[in-house]
């Protein structure tokens, strides 16, 4: 029973923090996380505006040694185990775009802390094995519900942004079409008219 009460409390000690945040042309954003050592953090970013839709991440330990690191990309993910406990840097650059803003989705998840600590396997049931295992599965599930809420808001933004562009052409056709109509009217109207000499 003792084991079950450390498995359930293991299953509160993973948190989950979900951003929406702007980085501004030529800045850099870092958010801030302390982490114990030997716990596994994961984490996805997804630009949704701005530009061609890229920022360079780079995650940073303790030390400042990086941990993950990528240039010009509109999306990525990121698991890792935290090799020392202090605070680890996760930072957005936006220093490559002089004008335009992005708007920067980020989700973190950190837990799963070692299963050294919290039990031993000698003392856990099949049953609580199976608990641990489908909590696990949960907070994966999360975390892949999260990352495709951040793609399907990326891509309804692309979808409304076609859609108006192709409005605003449409409209620029047809006016094109409406003056063109009119001026091949008054052309011709000119041409067939008879000049009366008096």
Known sequence: MQAL???LLFLFLSSA???TFNVDPSKEECLFEDIQSGTKVSGS??????????IDCKVSGPDDRAIY???KETEGRFTYIAHETGVY???FSNVMSTVTPKTVSFTLVVGEPNKSQVAK???VTPLEKSVLALSEGL????????YMRMRERAHRNTSESTNARVLWWSLIEAGALILMSAIQIFYLRRFFETKSRV
């Open 121 to 123: 396997s000698e003392h």
């Open 45 to 54: 970013f997804q630009v949704s505006t701005g530009g061609f839709l890229d």
């Open 139 to 146: 907070a994966q599930i999360q975390a892949e519900q999260e």
């Open 17 to 19: 923090s979900a951003l």
């Open 5 to 7: 009460r450390s498995s």
């Open 69 to 71: 690191s990528v240039k």
């Open 89 to 91: 840097r996760f930072c």
